[in-house]
C-alpha cells in the first residue's frame, strides 16, 4: 500500500513591531526553514518592507495585516500607526495591537494546516486566538532566562522590601551570592507594592503566557545553566533555550571598496593599521538622555581610542558641533542604520559600548567581542549584571556613586574605555568573550544544546514524541 507522507510541519511567526524584537524571530524562522519546517511570518502592512528585506529568503511567505481603518482609538496626543512610538506611549500602543486579532485570525485560518504559532509575548491577545483555532502557541519575549528569572524571584520573595534604599544591595534568594539592588529592575518589579498600568500590564501578559506552552528563549544552556535549570524546576513555564537566533542571519556577501558602506572602508583602514577600534551603539529603541549623550561624547574626546558612534539620526545634533572635527581621524559618527553584525564581525572591532539590549549582547558574544557595559532601560540592567558579573565578558560604566539608574559622567566613559581597549581588564573579557563565542556556535551546530532542545521541542509541539 502507498504510504502518503505527512505534510511538513507548518509554524506561523507574529513579531512585535520594533526592531529589537522582530530581528531575532526573523533569524528564527530562517533557523526552522532550514530544518524544512514551512514558515509563514504574519506582520502588518506598515512592517512589510522591512521584514522582507531582513529574510532574504523566498521560501518563507510573509503575511500583511492591518490595522482597521477608524479603529485605533489612541489617547489624546498619541498616534498609533504599525510603527513603534516612543516609550511613554507603549502600554497603549500594545493595547492597540488587539485590534488586528480579527485580522490575525482570519488570516490563520486560511493558511495551511498550522501546527505552531510562536508569537511575541506582547501580543498578548495571540494566545486567545490560538485557543480559539485550537493551535498550540509558543511565546517569545526576547529576554534571557537570568533576567526573567530575578524577575519572578522580585515578584515572588521582595528582597527588597528589607533593605533601606533603592541603591541598597540585598543577596538574591536562591542565589546569595549574587547581590542586585531595587536599581537594577524597572517598574514594577522595583516595587514592593505594586500596583498600577504597568502593574496591570505586566500581570495580564504574564497570565496570557503562563497558558502558552512554553518559552522560546533567544539564549544558550551553557551560558546560562543554573537559570535554565532553576526556571524549569520552579515554573510552571518551560523554557526552550534554541539561540543565539543571530547566528542564522544570512552572512552579507563580501564586497568590492566601493560597494562597502564608508564605516566599513574606514574600519579596514583602521584594521591595516592596526588601530583597534571601539563600537559604540545604544540600539533602535532607548533613548538617552541629552544630558548622558554630552557626557558618552566627552568621554570618547577625552579617551583617545578609535571609535564608530552609531547614532540615532536626531542625536547627530545633541552631541555637539565641532565633535567631529575635533575626533577627526579616530573618531567616525554615522547616523544611519547599519548592520550591526557585521560591524561587531569586522576583524578592526574590538570592544563594544552597549546600553545590553539583548540581541546586542548576542551579537557581541557571537562576534567574540567584550562588551562596556551601559545600560538604559527596560531588563538592561539586570543584562549588564549577566554580561559583567555572572559571564565574565564586560567592564561596567557606572553612574556616579555606583546608583543604577543615574547618568555615567564622561571620565567614568574615558577611564574605562581606555581599559577596554588596552588595559589588563580588556584582555580578560576579550579572551572570555572568545571562550563563549565558541559556546555560542557550539550551541546551535547539529548536536549542541540549542539544536537538541530545539529537536526536543518541534517533537513537543507537532506530537512526533
Ligand atoms: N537542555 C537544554 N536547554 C533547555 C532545556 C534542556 O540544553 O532549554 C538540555 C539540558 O542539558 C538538560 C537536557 O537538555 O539537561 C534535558 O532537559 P529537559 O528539560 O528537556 O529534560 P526533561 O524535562 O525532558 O527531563
Ligand atoms: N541594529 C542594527 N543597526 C542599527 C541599530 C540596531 O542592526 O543601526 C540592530 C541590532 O543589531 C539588534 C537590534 O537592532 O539586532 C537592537 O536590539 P537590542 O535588543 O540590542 O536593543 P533594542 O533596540 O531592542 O533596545
Redesign the pocket.
Known sequence: MPTTTPPPPHFVLFPFM????S??LLHLSHILSNRHISVTVITTSANHSAVKSTLKNDSISVIDISFPDNSVTAPPGVEITDKLPCMSSFIDFVDATKQLQPQFEHAVRNLPPVSCIISDGFLFWTQDSADKLGIPRLVFN?MNIFSMTMCNIMEQFKPHAAVGSDNEPFPVPDFPRIKLTANDFGPPFNEVEPKGPEFEFMVRLQKTAARSRGLVVNSFYELEPEFNDYWNRNYGLKAWLVGPF?VAKPETKPKETAEKPNWIQWLDVKLAAHEPVLYV?F????EASVEQLVEVAVGLERSNVNFVW?VKPKELRLIGEGFEARVKGRGKVVA??????EILKHEAVCGFM??C?????L?SICAGVGILAMPLI?E?HLNARMVVEEVGMGLRLWPRDKVARGVVGAEEVAEVAVELMRGEGGRRVRKRAEEVREGAYGAMKEGGSSSRTLDLLIDHICGFE
Do not use: F, R, T
Open positions: 520594533s526592531q529589537g524584537h530581528i531575532p526576547g543571530c551603539c540600539g533602535s529603541q532607548a552609531v544611519e542604520w547599519v548592520d550591526q553584525m552597549s546600553h539590549g539583548w540581541n546586542s549582547v551579537e527596560a538592561q
